[in-house]
């Protein structure tokens, strides 16, 4: 069991940045591939960067060179930095933890920071 909580939502301007931190505890973090991902109102979940275990990263086009995804496994803490925002990127961010073990899915999900970007 993983219990994951995010922090370092809030409030900012366009042009801005934010640096979301997801932080595990029950397991350790290493053994997962991790996530993060976005709800904005009246919109479906949506992928915004992903990390493997083994440090391998992937972006949704939308934050391609303006977000950065990161983790520091011995502190079982992931990271989100967030630069350039835009008012669209306004949404819930929500952290996920994931792996297959003989051939069980797990997957595990903080409970979210708001990210409003607006003047």
């Known amino acids: 069991q993983v219990q994951l909580v995010e922090s370092g939502g809030g409030l900012v301007q366009p042009g801005g940045s934010l640096r979301l931190s997801c932080v595990a505890s029950?397991?350790?973090?290493?053994?997962?591939?991790m996530g993060w991902y976005r709800q904005a109102p009246g919109k479906q979940r949506e992928l915004v960067a992903t990390i493997t275990n083994g440090g391998s990263t992937n972006y949704a086009d939308s934050v391609k060179g303006r977000f950065t995804i990161s983790r520091d496994n011995a502190k079982n803490t992931m990271y989100l930095q967030m630069n350039s925002l835009k008012p669209e990127d306004t949404a819930v961010y929500y952290c996920?933890?994931?792996?297959?073990?003989?051939?069980?899915?797990?997957?595990?999900w903080g409970q979210g920071t708001q990210v409003t970007v607006s003047s």
């Open positions: 996920n933890a994931a792996r297959v073990l003989r051939g069980v899915p797990y997957d595990y």
């Open positions: 029950g397991s350790i973090l290493i053994i997962y591939n």
